[in-house]
């Protein structure tokens, strides 16, 4: 069946350090993958997406992802983390017209 | 401004009592769907639809039905709520899922409580 895990429920990072969120997949073939923010009280917002090509994706808020096939993991990345982004985040696939799956979520708590 | 609109945002209601979610695009998106959102289970699908009259199970359908007259809007109907129903609902829509643009634009949610 297909599936997107995230191992970790909860993280804790403190402001200006960097931050890698897990995310691993199980499905047939390569699947379409994203990540999602859902901040307190509002809907999801879609980060950043992998189709195809370069597996180091950009997306917006200065996030990225990379995509390793031996792995079948889609790891989101920054840098350096800023209060504003504590938020619940989900990863996301989808086999291509099919429904799109999604992980569990990975809440991120900023501390200062 | 391209956005998903749900209503309401905020719903207590009743065992039993009919009640309607409605969700509409501005985006002429051919595909939407509804998830609902319970605290360790993440987002699970409850119904899809791919266009206008055509509209298939998710993985969690029972004690929801849904119609697609129209391509802009997917309502979603709880003919008899239960408190198991308790839950926080988003609507969400994307271009034909499979293309090179398919991220989904959600709703703000619609958190349900069924007393």
């Known amino acids: ?112 | 401004e391209a956005q998903v609109t749900q209503n309401p945002r905020y719903l207590i209601t009743v065992t039993g009592k009919k009640l309607t979610v409605t969700c509409s695009q501005n985006m002429n998106h051919e595909y939407m769907s509804w998830y609902r959102q319970d605290p360790g289970l993440g987002l699970r699908q409850i119904y899809y639809s791919m266009n206008v009259e055509v509209t298939d199970k998710g993985d969690v359908p029972e004690g929801y039905k849904v119609s697609r007259k129209e391509k802009r809007n997917f309502p979603l109907i709880l003919e008899s709520p239960s408190p198991n129903q308790t839950s926080l609902y988003f609507c969400a829509s994307s271009p034909v899922p499979g293309t090179g643009d398919d991220g989904y634009t959600f709703g703000s949610g619609t958190r349900l409580t069924v007393v």
């Open chain 1, 1 to 112: 069946a297909q599936s997107v895990t995230q191992p970790d429920i909860h993280i804790t990072v403190s402001e200006g350090a960097s931050l890698e969120l897990r995310c691993n997949y199980s499905y047939g073939a390569t699947p379409y993958l994203f990540w999602y923010v859902q901040s307190p009280g509002q809907g999801l917002q879609l980060l950043l997406k992998y189709f195809s090509g370069d597996t180091l994706v950009q997306g917006i808020k200065g996030f990225e992802a990379e995509f390793k096939r031996s792995q079948s993991s889609f790891n989101l990345r920054k840098p350096s983390v800023h209060w504003s982004d504590a938020a619940e985040y989900f990863c996301a696939a989808s086999g291509g017209y099919q429904k799109v799956t999604f992980g569990t979520g990975t809440k991120l708590q900023v501390i200062p």
